[in-house]
Nanobody, 113 residues
Framework: QVQLVESGGGLVQPGGSLRLSCEAS????????MGWYRQAPGKQREVVAV???????NYADSVKGRFTSSRDNAKNTVYLQMNSLKAEDTAVYYC???????WGQGTLVTVSS
């Protein structure tokens, strides 16, 4: 059974930074592309970043240059470094095993002064 646990969310001021983590339950992790998604209140869930098994990344235009995803296969963990945060980044952030359509429970990021 695939389990994903996100952490690292919280309240941050505009311009601040947070690093989200998503730890997977097993060694399957290294064989799959991983995605970061977010869902803001009243909006549809959207993709933020995808990182391949080899570490290549793609980002939504809205976060390019501000967010960076990385992965540590030895720790079964994927990260999302978020810098220069804006109020519009406020959302619940989820990680996903792309091919398995398996989701974590989400972690709330609130950007507010």
């Amino acid at each position: 059974q695939v389990q994903l646990v996100e952490s690292g969310g919280g309240l941050v001021q505009p311009g601040g930074s947070l690093r989200l983590s998503c730890e997977a339950s097993g060694s399957f992790f290294r064989f799959y592309n991983m995605g970061w998604y977010r869902q803001a209140p009243g909006k549809q869930r959207e993709v933020v970043a995808v990182i391949t098994t080899g570490g290549k990344t793609n980002y939504a235009d809205s976060v390019k240059g501000r967010f960076t995803s990385s992965r540590d296969n030895a720790k079964n963990t994927v990260y999302l470094q978020m810098n220069s945060l804006k109020a519009e980044d406020t959302a619940v952030y989820y990680c996903k095993v792309e091919a398995l359509d398996a989701w974590g429970q989400g972690t709330l990021v609130t950007v507010s002064s």
